[in-house]
């Protein structure tokens, strides 16, 4: 038996790879271990095992796959155009498929199940919020601790899907917008800055009610059938938007790539932008003020799936210039934190390595902030960085640069 699911990677996906090993410098699971299993190469070589019926998805291919991060920095560096997001997704859903332990019934349950029910993420939400009030959160063992580097949740927990925000004057369009899983709740002032500079661009802004989670957590930690089903209700809840922003660098990355999860979706994968390319042009073309010329130093450092899997690198910068910030680089080739989602919960030992790494790499700087543009790189950040470094997004901070030059 070699694949069994529908999401398995292809003969002629494996077969782009031409074995250059160019891959192999950027893969940080290789840089920290050595390992030729442990990089791009070596896990593309179990998958065409597998696909060529010489091995069997076992616990060492399991062991193989879960080590990667899905930061897809080998895709930029292959010269064969080798898809590995979409072939590790693949592999990771023929994993929970074949070997069916309390590991995938519980990946299912929450990546694939609870994530999608508001109500449930409300009521997590909620428990964190009590939680941090009570002070609590910092008895919490293991990479669960990691919950104190959280932003501080709102109660009542806000919800976005279901509201629109009307500008000023006369809209000059429409733009829906994704609630998310957790960024309603866990990042709430991220999802208002992007909300109140769209409607600073004249547009009316529209979260649709019958939205979910997009399905990224899902999709990456193997839970496919799940992860299909949310993409194809959100292709129905986005139905009729020319434009559907996306202020979280994971989510906006996995519904470009929604070709590969639901009919319809790379009709709806085409019209997703990410919130920080769409205010970046916005800027660009005048239709939102640059405060000024750009002088306060800031680091910055770049989420995954923004520069890796969108290639969007100018963009944040574009918007910390226009908030009278000057950017100043941290790492050219920009490596995983180690957040990677539930990375952080599944491989502490790895993920903490790479989140030390970024912190020295951030700390080198010697400034007072960093800008990144993704929520669990910011709790990476928070957790690493030593005291008096404060993390921020750069979306925040031009609506913060712009309401205070109204
Ligand atoms: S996705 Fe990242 S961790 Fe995985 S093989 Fe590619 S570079 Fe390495
Ligand atoms: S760079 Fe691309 S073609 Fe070369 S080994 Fe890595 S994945 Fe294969």
């Not at 910092?138 to 709102?154: E, F, N, Q, S």
């Not at 920009?334 to 912190?359: F, I, N, T, W």
């Not at 669990?376 to 005291?387: H, I, P, S, V, Y």
């Amino acid at each position: 038996m070699a694949w069994v699911t529908d999401f398995a990677p292809t003969t002629s996906e494996l077969d782009t790879c031409i074995d250059c090993g160019l891959c192999l410098p950027v893969c940080p699971t290789f840089r920290v271990t050595g390992d030729e299993s442990a990089s791009p190469r070596g896990r593309i070589a179990a998958m065409r095992a597998v696909d060529r019926g010489l091995i069997g998805v076992d616990d060492r291919f399991a062991e193989v796959m879960d080590l990667c991060l899905q930061c897809r920095a080998c895709e930029v560096a292959c010269p064969s155009l080798v898809q590995f997001g979409r072939m590790m997704e693949g592999a990771r859903a023929e994993v929970t498929a074949q070997l069916p332990d309390w590991k995938a019934f519980a990946t299912r349950t929450v990546f694939g199940r609870a994530i999608a029910s508001r109500s449930a993420v409300v009521l997590l939400s909620w428990m964190v919020g009590v939680a941090q009030r009570a002070h609590v959160t910092g008895v919490l063992p293991g990479a669960v601790g990691k919950v104190t580097a959280l932003r501080r949740v709102p109660l009542p927990v806000p919800t976005t899907a279901g509201h629109e925000w009307l500008p000023d004057g006369e809209p000059v369009g429409t733009v829906a917008f994704l609630a998310g899983c957790v960024m309603d709740q866990w990042y709430s002032d991220v999802h208002v800055a992007v909300i109140q500079v769209l409607r600073t661009a004249g547009y009316r802004v529209v979260a649709p009610p019958n939205q979910t989670c997009c399905g990224a957590l899902a999709a990456h930690e193997g839970a496919a059938y799940d992860a299909a089903k949310m993409a194809a209700r959100n292709v129905d809840a986005f139905a009729g938007y020319d434009l559907v922003v996306v202020d979280s660098a994971g989510c906006s990355a996995h519904m470009k790539g929604y070709g590969h999860w639901a009919a319809g979706g790379a009709d709806l994968a085409e019209r997703v932008v990410d919130a920080n390319e769409f205010i970046a042009a916005l800027i660009d073309e005048g239709s939102l003020p640059k405060v000024s010329e750009g002088k306060v130093p800031i680091a910055i450092q770049d989420p995954c799936h923004l520069r890796h899997a969108q290639r969007i690198v100018d963009e944040p910068r574009s918007i910390l210039r226009a908030a009278g910030y000057a950017p100043v680089e941290i790492d050219p080739a920009g490596m995983c934190c180690g957040a990677a989602g539930a990375y952080q919960l599944s491989h502490p030992e790895m993920s903490d390595e790479l989140g030390v790494r970024k912190a020295v790499q951030v700390e080198a700087a010697g400034l007072p902030r960093v800008a990144s543009a993704n929520p669990g790189c910011e709790m990476q950040l928070k957790t690493f960085l030593a005291d008096g470094i404060d993390v921020v997004h750069p979306i925040e901070v031009y609506w913060d640069s712009v309401a205070r030059h109204k």
